[in-house]
């Protein structure tokens, strides 16, 4: 069974340019996360789905971000537009419906890099 | 609000040699869940382990042992017998049931373990 993927694994952009994650989680989940890293802190929730709606985007920082899960299977999150301290590495989880809360399976991360 | 520190950036041992990674939280609900997560060099997160705050029962799965103290706020992870393999990243977290999203977790800032042959 395939793991969580994400794409792009890393991304180099100059600062007010656009960038767009995917994530695909694992098929049937219909929990689907996104958190962040930034520079080596701890990690930070973004914002939570439940099928295609958002259950959650409080952790999301301002609204130059921008999640969608359209049909409730991939998600993306576009970014536009970047700045310096959007850097960091973008991790999507999932996990089923009726899974054990905090037991999610990660993804291996977007690295994201603004210049 | 709910803060998790792991006082321990980093943690250099030699293969056979036990290591104890520290866990310390912070929140007022009564009713939470701690994790443990480990992110080897390949990037993704992995569960190792969920433990509800009713529960303050000592856990062991092989080599890895959990030593939640509610007395204290921590929830300690100690690897007995290191190995080269257990080299990576491992994260402490939190939940509480007052938060909105099931799964929305609150991490440490990681503790980078460097198992040397």
């Known amino acids: 069974e395939a793991g969580v993927t994400q794409f792009p694994s890393h991304s180099v952009i100059e600062k007010g340019q656009t960038v767009t994650l995917r994530c695909d989680p694992i098929?049937?989940?219909?929990?689907l996360y996104w958190y962040r890293r930034v520079m080596g802190k701890e990690i930070k929730f973004l914002l939570h789905f439940v099928k295609e709606s958002k259950q959650d985007e409080s952790g999301m920082p301002n609204n130059r971000f921008l999640a969608e899960r359209t049909g409730g299977t991939y998600s993306t999150l576009k970014v536009q537009p970047a700045e310096l301290e959007d850097s960091g590495v973008y991790f999507c989880?999932?996990?089923?419906?009726?899974?054990?809360?905090?037991?999610?399976?990660f993804g291996e991360g977007s690295r994201l890099t603004v210049l | 609000a709910q803060k998790v520190t792991q006082a321990q950036t980093e943690i250099s041992v030699v293969e056979k040699e036990d290591v104890t990674l520290d866990c310390v939280y912070e929140t007022r609900d009564t009713t939470y869940y701690l994790f443990w997560y480990k992110q080897p060099p390949s990037g993704e997160l992995v569960f190792l382990i969920r433990?509800?705050?009713?529960?303050?029962q000592n856990e062991i799965s092989g080599r890895y042992s959990w030593n939640f103290q509610k007395s204290t706020s921590s929830f300690n992870f100690t690897i007995t017998a290191s190995q080269v393999v257990d080299s990576a990243v491992y994260f402490c977290?939190?939940?509480?049931?007052?938060?909105?999203?099931?799964?929305?977790?609150?991490f440490g800032e990681g503790t980078q373990l460097t198992v040397n042959p």
């Open positions: 433990r509800n705050s009713f529960d303050e």
């Open positions: 977290a939190l939940n509480t049931d007052e938060e909105t999203s099931g799964s929305r977790l609150t």
């Open positions: 098929s049937g989940h219909d929990n």
């Open positions: 989880a999932s996990s089923q419906a009726s899974a054990q809360t905090g037991e999610l399976f």
